[in-house]
């Protein structure tokens, strides 16, 4: 390699752990001579890929960054008053900075380990809070994938609660208003279909609700601007036995009645205009408020308040045996990955704006809407609403000759035939307002437009009726940090006590927490990536066309397949996105009848919440002694449901984390059986570059991105899932409303398939595009080699703890060589009769060593499933293998009697710097052991912030929004 060639390949020894002297001392231990040995020991060869990739690259960071402004300059960022879900709003620079753009908040995982999560939990509230609050409906989860996906999820709660204990469908029917937005309506109509749901289109003012109903949705601002009063058509769908949803806007409802008064069930929308930026369709946080009475019903995460085991104030995700990875088939939904960053970006804009900062926004906005309004009624453009919040309508002669004007002025509105809305929102000035006010007044022939901006906020365009009067946001967390100061010290003081990347190593297996470089995220702060609307003309971004193009080829290429869809925006709805694929394959076959899906036991809970989902019945395949699956079940079943069997979900290498041999068999057989394959790709992380879902025999799958491809866990989000499929399932591709495909979809009424001409998975075309940039530059900076050599190393990794482990811990599971894949599986169930130690004792002591704990108890019960990934180095992997070889011998001597059975520092643990330095010290093992157990915790100790969450506890005692003030008063007197 020359030293161009050598700069061009410099990114793969940043992201990759191990030197070449660490590799080879890696290979000793394990027993192996080369990583070639391993790799052929441990991919079956019937299997191997024998080709390089075709992908392009690498490049070097800079040479990347360089490259990427070109292509950032092709986007065109216009003034967006398109609205219909997406507004350009301001990120205070003190949330984009100490937040959106730091590892401490966006590198973290999911809060699963309460005790080292206490930050983004308490974030996680304040979201809940907020949204609870603005919507007044108490409920309130920690959230959901996008606005239409949240509709959805109404719907099916409704209809779930109507029909479950019958026997048959008893009431069919789903209202949903003319004017909800138009990508909600379209992800409303693919999940209906599936499951028997009837889509009923019209006038909620016209609308007569009989007991075929189960529940309805309206929009409030609706998707023209205007505002209506539901009370009355809520009365009436309650009369019929119906609930109701109501989509909404929250800067709107710090003015306007909110849909808990109005008598709504549930609330759902977008936070994104609260701070987030609009990124082309996302991510961004949708929220989920619902009455007290759909508590075990509610879809997604919810945070709850606890106790520890010291009694003090706790934060936890609460009732999660309401979710697909306890109830699987029977779970509420499939969501899993959410927008966990988005949320608590937007929680934190309330926290620093306040109740009084929100309003005062809202104000400005509703005030310029109606100088908007007024001024061009003076043009001789009436507003077609007479109640709005921050939109208009005009009917016009001729909207393209607006379009054009507005579009050569640097504008973009929203277009239906010759209705143009325009949308307002937190960055439009009164500048901006003559500049709207001029594109009409060319369209009237003057150039001589000018506004008068009247200061009096009593804004007659909100009718007294609906008007807010209720107080919101009222308890002290967002009245207190107002000053940039304050705020960034809120943030530091939460982000220290959360465990994440910039920390230590987070093995979890089958989540791939491998490193997000910098230079990955960078771009994803750039204004011609963020400041684009996801409806915005074709022409405006040829950027990301660019970008998403070169990007699909990668992922087809990568997975062996024809094609990829970048829409779904997690994992698990890249799922529902594939299953949707086959089920609409096997329709255009006269397969319509088709709906056996047969799942391995060991699967991941959302593949049966998926498969349900999809209209599916899911029939479970068992596992033999090893793990594997047990292809003679499978085979049975496979025949049994021939005439049925819409296929198999299967991931590869298996949750056990093995390759298995028999894999092309599996494929052949259910092919054989009229069924087609779908493989998870949670665990491609072992096989780019080395095989490919294609080579296996699979028709479809879906990505992590926010596993393999190196966007962050966000603490639970964002994600991306893109799925990616053969020839067959290519015409069956997501479609959506506001793409270039719409003309086609008019054409085929509405009524088409799954497919080109059918409906969306999200709200938006691309889902969450804004974060594509970041799996792009992965494999661009990588290239073909590269991106093979991070499989290679991530075998590596896990191989060599596995080998420095298995002499004191049983490992669960290997290939048929004595390898394990990029992950492998330890078995702490022994220590539970030997010492009365469990699973969750070895999790919690790890913290004292500082180390988040490896996936407990998935997909085996009583064991951790350890994933290092290859950007972890020798020394991480060996520290962490002391910790858990340390906390073996602390097993033994509860073993020989040496330590208490009960009071010993793994019960314990974690300790909190509270408890090491109380005055009163009682138990049988020092203060040292128990918060200093290896001398390398000295030189960098993370403190845990709470000892042992309880769990029953909050569950049996249900808060999910901040506590009242007087609860902390009561607190401190007890103390
Ligand atoms: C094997 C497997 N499948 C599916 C999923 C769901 O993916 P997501 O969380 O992105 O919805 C996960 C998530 O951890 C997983 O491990």
Not at 443 to 462: E, K, Q
Request: aromatic letters at 8%; one cysteine or more.
């Amino acid at each position: 390699m020359n030293l161009f060639e050598q700069q061009a390949n410099e990114f793969a020894g940043r992201h990759i752990g191990p030197s070449e002297k660490e590799t080879a001392d890696m290979l000793k231990t394990i027993g192996l001579k080369s990583l070639d040995e391993l790799i052929d020991r441990t991919i079956p060869v019937s299997i191997r890929s024998k080709k390089k990739l075709n992908i392009s690259g690498p490049q070097s960071e800079h040479q990347y960054l360089t490259s990427l402004r070109q292509v950032a300059a092709l986007n065109k960022v216009f003034k967006s008053y398109i609205g219909q879900g997406y507004y350009d709003t301001i990120v205070p620079s003190v949330i984009l900075r100490n937040v959106f753009e730091n590892p401490g908040w966006y590198t973290q995982y999911t809060p699963y380990q309460a005790e080292i999560s206490q930050g983004r939990l308490e974030s996680l509230l304040n979201f809940q809070t907020m949204v609870s609050d603005l919507t007044a409906l108490p409920l309130a989860n920690a959230s959901l994938l996008d606005e239409g996906t949240a509709a959805a999820e109404a719907m099916t709660m409704f209809f779930n609660g109507k029909n479950r204990d019958h026997e048959h469908v008893t009431t069919p029917k789903f209202f949903v208003d003319n004017n909800v937005f138009a990508q909600t309506k379209d992800i409303l109509l693919t999940r209906a279909q599936p499951i028997g749901i009837e889509l009923v289109t019209g006038d909620f003012r016209k609308v007569r609700l009989d007991e075929s109903y189960f529940g309805a949705i309206v929009q409030y601002p609706n998707s023209n601007g205007a505002i209506h009063d539901y009370r009355a058509f809520i009365k009436q769908a309650h009369e019929a036995g119906a609930y109701v949803a109501m989509a909404t806007d929250l800067l709107s409802l710090t003015l306007l009645t909110p849909p808990g008064e109005l008598g709504a069930d549930v609330a759902i929308g977008s936070t994104q205009r609260f701070g987030v930026p609009m990124g082309f369709g996302g991510p961004h946080a949708a929220f989920f408020t619902a009455k007290d009475d759909f508590k075990r019903n509610i879809p997604g995460r919810i945070i709850g308040v606890s106790i520890d085991a010291q009694g003090n104030r706790a934060l936890r995700m609460a009732l999660q045996t309401r979710e697909q990875h306890i109830k699987r088939e029977k779970a509420t939904s499939n969501i899993c990955t959410a927008q966990a960053l988005l949320a608590n970006m937007s929680a934190m804009y309330a926290v620093y704006h306040g109740p009084e900062g929100l309003t005062r926004i809202a104000k400005r906005v509703s005030l310029l809407t109606r100088t908007l309004a007024s001024e061009l009624k003076t043009l001789g453009f009436d507003n077609n609403n007479e109640n709005y919040f921050d939109t208009i309508q005009l009917s016009v002669q001729d909207a393209a000759v607006i379009r054009s004007t507005a579009e050569a002025r640097g504008m973009n509105f929203h277009y239906t035939g010759n209705t143009v809305s325009i949308t307002l929102d937190e960055t439009t000035t009164q500048e901006d307002v003559i500049n709207i006010l001029s594109v009409f007044g060319h369209a009237a022939n003057t150039d001589l437009v000018s506004a008068t901006f009247d200061m009096d906020d009593r804004l007659a365009n909100i009718p007294s009726s609906v008007t807010r009067t209720s107080e919101f946001l009222t308890h002290p967390v967002f009245n207190t940090y107002h000053s940039e100061t304050k705020m960034m010290r809120y943030l530091r003081s939460l982000e220290v006590k959360d465990l994440s990347l910039n920390t230590s190593m987070i093995s979890l297996g089958s989540c791939t927490m491998k490193l997000n470089a910098a230079t990955e995220l960078i771009p994803v702060s750039w204004p011609e990536f963020g400041g684009l609307h996801p409806f915005a003309p074709v022409d405006q971004w040829k950027g990301y066309r660019q970008i998403l193009t070169e990007l699909e080829n990668w992922l087809s290429e990568i997975t062996g397949f024809a094609a990829t869809s970048l829409q779904p925006n997690s994992g698990a709805n890249g799922e529902y996105a594939g299953l949707m694929t086959i089920r609409a394959y096997h329709a255009a076959n006269n397969g319509a009848h088709r709906d056996v899906m047969l799942i391995p036991i060991s699967a991941h809970g959302t593949n049966p919440a998926s498969a349900v989902m999809a209209g599916m019945k899911v029939v479970v395949v068992k596992s033999d002694d090893d793990g594997h699956i047990d292809v003679t079940d499978l085979k049975e079943k496979a025949i049994q449901y021939k005439d049925q069997l819409a296929g198999l979900m299967v991931t590869y290498p298996s949750t056990h984390g093995v390759f298995e041999e028999s894999i092309k068999e599996i494929c052949q057989v259910i092919h054989d059986n009229g069924g087609l394959v779908y493989m998870d790709g949670a665990n491609m992380n072992a096989q780019v570059g080395l095989t490919s879902p294609g080579l296996i025999g699979a028709d479809v799958c879906h990505l992590n991105l926010h596993k393999t491809f190196a966007i962050p866990h966000g603490g639970g989000g964002p994600g991306m899932g893109p799925i990616c499929v053969n020839e067959k399932l290519k015409p069956y591709l997501p479609g959506h409303v506001h793409s270039a495909d719409m003309e086609l979809r008019a054409a085929s009424n509405g009524k088409a398939a799954f497919g080109p001409q059918g409906h969306a998975v999200s709200a938006a075309p691309f889902g969450s595009a804004s974060i594509l940039l970041i799996s792009y530059a992965y494999i661009k900076m990588l290239g073909a080699e590269g991106v093979t050599n991070a499989t290679r190393y991530a075998i590596l990794n896990a191989n060599y703890m596995k080998a420095r482990l298995e002499k004191n811990y049983k490992i669960l599971y290997s290939g048929a060589n004595g390898t394990c894949a990029h992950e492998f599986i330890v078995d702490l169930r022994p220590f539970k009769a030997s010492a009365g130690i469990e699973a969750e004792d070895v999790a919690k002591r790890l913290m004292d060593y500082g180390f988040h704990a490896p996936t407990l108890s998935f997909p085996v019960p009583g064991t951790i499933m350890i994933e290092p990934t290859e950007s972890e180095d020798k020394a991480e992997l060996d520290r962490f293998c002391d910790a858990l070889l340390s906390i073996y011998k602390e097993i033994q001597a509860i073993e020989e009697g040496k330590a208490d059975k009960n009071d010993n520092a793994l019960k314990n643990a974690p300790h909190t710097q509270h408890v090491i330095c109380a005055d009163e010290w009682k138990h049988a093992y020092s203060r040292n052991q128990a918060a200093f157990p290896l001398p390398y915790v000295k030189n960098s100790k993370f403190w845990p912030s709470i000892a042992r969450v309880n769990n029953t506890f909050g569950d049996r005692n249900l808060i999910c929004t901040c506590e009242p003030v007087s609860s902390y008063a009561e607190e401190a007197v007890a103390n």
